[in-house]
């Protein structure tokens, strides 16, 4: 079975510094997704960024990216420029490609707070 | 509405009491998802829809846990005699792709149900 694991229960950055969140996984499948999910308190799950393990080009929206090194199972997620509105729950997940693998698996998130 | 909507937000049962909690997707959506997310942890997999059909029951943690989606919009999700250990936040998810919204990362959550068992 895949798992994911976030090693970081909480990390903490300046406003307008950069910070990184790391996320591991384990997976005996070549083709899968990834994915970095944000939850402010008390609000919905948003999609943040995804990457397709079949590219090797790492995946940016404006100020997040991802460093993705498949063959170490590591998909950490970069935050460029902090803002306020970055401070919230961070999961990272899996998405095999396999029949029946809609489903994504989690990690245990990294807390993000944001000091001003 | 726009989004995926959940009801209630909050529900408080006794140990033992039946509990039901709806999810209303974005309209089209094939895809429905339900998890459950514990408290401090991420969310886990409970059972996935594609329009009607219940494809995936695998993440059910018990028999009395029980999903439908009978006209393959709105879902209900029923916890019967539930227990302490069911007291979690219940988040419904819908995608308009046909594999889950890995395609495309757009696979849209609700707010969640908040559910406290005493």
């Known amino acids: 079975a895949q798992t994911v694991t976030q090693s970081q229960p909480e990390m903490s950055v300046q406003e307008a510094e950069t910070v990184t969140l790391s996320c591991t996984y384990d997976t005996s499948e070549s083709d899968y997704y990834l994915f970095w999910y944000k939850q402010p308190p008390s609000r919905q799950m948003i999609l943040v960024i995804r990457?397709?393990?079949?590219?090797?080009q790492n995946a940016t929206e404006n100020r997040f990216s991802v460093n993705f090194q498949k063959a170490a199972k590591s998909f950490s997620l970069k935050i460029s420029d902090s803002q306020l509105g970055d401070a919230a729950m961070y999961f990272c997940a899996y998405m095999g490609t396999q029949g029946g693998s809609e489903k994504l698996v989690f990690g245990k998130g990294t807390k993000l707070t944001v000091n001003p | 509405g726009a989004g995926v909507s959940q009801s209630p937000r909050y529900k408080v049962a006794k140990r033992g009491q039946d509990v039901a909690l709806r999810c209303d997707p974005i309209?089209?959506?094939?895809?429905l998802f339900w998890y459950q997310q514990a408290l401090g942890q991420g969310p886990e997999f409970l059972t996935y829809f594609q329009n009607e059909a219940q494809l995936d029951k695998s993440g059910l943690p018990s028999d009395r846990f029980f999903a439908e989606r009978p006209e393959g919009s709105v879902s209900t999700l029923k916890i019967q005699r539930t227990q302490q250990e069911d007291s979690a936040v219940y988040l419904c998810?819908?995608?308009?792709?046909?594999?889950?919204?890995?395609?495309?990362?757009?696979?849209?959550f609700g707010e969640g149900s908040r559910l406290t068992v005493l």
């Open positions: 998810a819908s995608s308009p792709s046909l594999a889950g919204g890995r395609d495309t990362g757009e696979l849209f």
């Open positions: 990457q397709e393990a079949y590219k090797q």
């Open positions: 309209s089209g959506h094939v895809s």
